[in-house]
């Protein structure tokens, strides 16, 4: 019981401060989850990033689903989810109409304006924290390789990105199995 309770505390603080949404999200979870409780590695927290991204729905939320799923089964899942929505739930109401009662006024607007650039910010930390964990390990140069290949399907041929995973996780099959050979 007490890991449920810690689950959907995190959870909730998570959702209280991740501002931006799933991406900017990310250093918090990691935080809560790797830093904070150990209920995952940090290798772990990088292939729940990965499947979290993969599969469909948002990517905090699919976290908080799979975290709690990995640290007290089904009713973790649902107390994690239930946790990470509670707060952006009631947040977004209480702003939904605050917004449209009050968006002439110029502070609102000030703090709207504001808010824009310490989102990237999240954002851009949380995306460089999976680059430098996807690209350590033994095989940097192969990682790096596919990195630099996904981003140029993805940029300059306008590659669908399911494709751009299925094809990448196929290069990864095929060199981890060569390596299994050799």
Same mark, same amino acid.
Request: aromatic content about 10%.
């Given at each position: 019981?007490?890991?449920?309770?810690?689950?959907?505390?995190?959870?909730?603080?998570?959702?209280?401060? $991740?501002?931006?949404?799933?991406?900017?999200?990310?250093?918090?979870?990691?935080?809560?989850?790797?830093?904070?409780?150990?209920?995952?590695?940090?290798?772990? &927290?990088?292939?729940?990033?990965? *499947?979290?991204?993969?599969?469909?729905?948002?990517?905090?939320?699919?976290?908080?689903?799979?975290?709690?799923?990995?640290?007290?089964? &089904?009713? !973790?899942?649902?107390?994690?989810?239930?946790? %990470?929505?509670?707060? $952006? &739930?009631?947040?977004?109401?209480?702003?939904?109409?605050?917004?449209?009662?009050? $968006?002439?006024?110029?502070?609102?607007? !000030?703090? *709207? /304006? !504001?808010?824009?650039? /310490?989102?990237?910010?999240?954002?851009? /930390?949380?995306?460089? /924290?999976?680059?430098?964990?996807?690209?350590? !390990?033994?095989?940097?140069?192969? %990682?790096? *390789?596919?990195?630099?290949?996904?981003?140029?399907?993805?940029?300059?041929?306008?590659?669908?990105?399911?494709?751009?995973?299925?094809?990448?996780?196929?290069?990864?099959?095929?060199?981890? &199995?060569?390596?299994?050979?050799?």
């Amino acid at each position: 019981m007490t890991t449920l309770i810690e689950l959907f505390i995190s959870f909730c603080q998570i959702g209280m401060f $991740s501002i931006g949404g799933g991406y900017a999200a990310m250093p918090l979870i990691q935080e809560q989850v790797v830093q904070n409780h150990g209920w995952l590695s940090l290798a772990q &927290f990088t292939d729940l990033v990965t *499947i979290s991204e993969m599969t469909p729905g948002p990517i905090a939320l699919n976290a908080a689903s799979f975290v709690g799923l990995q640290v007290a089964g &089904f009713p !973790g899942a649902i107390v994690a989810t239930i946790g %990470n929505v509670l707060p $952006s &739930f009631i947040i977004v109401s209480i702003l939904a109409y605050v917004y449209y009662r009050f $968006s002439t006024i110029k502070v609102i607007s !000030g703090v *709207i /304006t !504001g808010l824009r650039p /310490t989102v990237v910010a999240l954002i851009a /930390t949380a995306g460089l /924290t999976i680059v430098r964990n996807a690209l350590g !390990g033994s095989q940097l140069l192969f %990682n790096g *390789i596919l990195l630099l290949l996904a981003l140029f399907l993805v940029r300059n041929y306008k590659k669908d990105p399911i494709f751009v995973i299925v094809l990448t996780g196929m290069c990864g099959i095929i060199v981890e &199995f060569i390596g299994n050979f050799v």
